[in-house]
């Protein structure tokens, strides 16, 4: 499994858009990428998936460039409610069941 | 429709008692799995059921912890002689088995156990 490198910590404002980019080298050519964010005293939530390119939802863009070796979660216009820690995995398709979970970007939104 | 649920949702416990923790996943979720997560680190996988069968429990760090989905539905994580080590979250999460993509893991809210 690919191993994910993402800042421990990041900061913002209300309203702003927040990028948590994370790195994964080693990615390889069935591994899918995955977001997951957790709030206190909850168990994680998935936000969004990708295999390339581009993928948006309702929560949350994902920017995969063509060598996939890094994704950038993108959130828009935040509030206080998206402060949380976020987790990015990389997995594969076919058979992966096992989620690895590195230590996750803690993201701290200000008033 | 209901998620995941955990309980109890906290859990004291002195040193080398016996506890045991459940996890109702969402109806018809053909896997169910547990995770370890300890203050400030992601969720360590412990073990992977597809019904009532124990695929993995690779990531189960002693003897002393055993799980049991006996009929394919409700789980427990049971931990003999607890230690102050094992003081943690234990997250339980499902998923619907099937996709050719990853899938997506639906967590419980997890049970904080106490050894002291």
């Known amino acids: 499994l690919a191993k994910t490198t993402q800042p421990i910590s990041m900061d913002s404002y209300e309203g702003q858009e927040v990028n948590i980019t994370c790195s994964h080298n080693?990615?390889?050519?069935?591994?899918?990428i995955t977001w997951y964010q957790q709030f206190p005293s909850q168990g994680p939530r998935f936000i969004i998936q990708?295999?390339?390119t581009k993928v948006t939802n309702e929560v949350a863009s994902l920017f995969i460039p063509a060598d996939r070796k890094s994704s950038t979660l993108s959130l828009p216009r935040v509030s206080l409610s998206d402060t949380a820690v976020y987790y990015c995995?990389?997995?594969?398709?076919?058979?992966?069941?096992?989620?690895?979970f590195g230590s996750g970007t803690r993201l701290l939104v200000r008033p | 429709g209901a998620g995941v649920s955990q309980s109890p949702r906290y859990k004291v416990a002195k040193r080398g008692q016996d506890v045991a923790l459940r996890c109702d996943p969402i109806s018809g979720h053909v896997s169910l799995f547990w995770y370890q997560q300890a203050l400030g680190q992601g969720p360590e996988f412990l073990t992977y059921f597809q019904n009532e069968a124990q695929l993995d429990k690779s990531g189960l760090p002693s003897d002393r912890f055993f799980a049991e989905r006996p009929e394919g539905s409700v789980s427990t994580l049971k931990i003999q002689r607890t230690q102050q080590e094992d003081s943690a979250v234990y997250l339980c999460a499902s998923s619907i088995l099937g996709a050719s993509e990853p899938e997506t893991q639906y967590f419980g809210p997890g049970t904080r156990l106490l050894v002291l």
């Open positions: 995995l990389v997995g594969r398709g076919d058979s992966s069941y096992k989620l690895i």
């Open positions: 990708g295999y390339k």
């Open positions: 080693n990615i390889a050519t069935n591994d899918y």
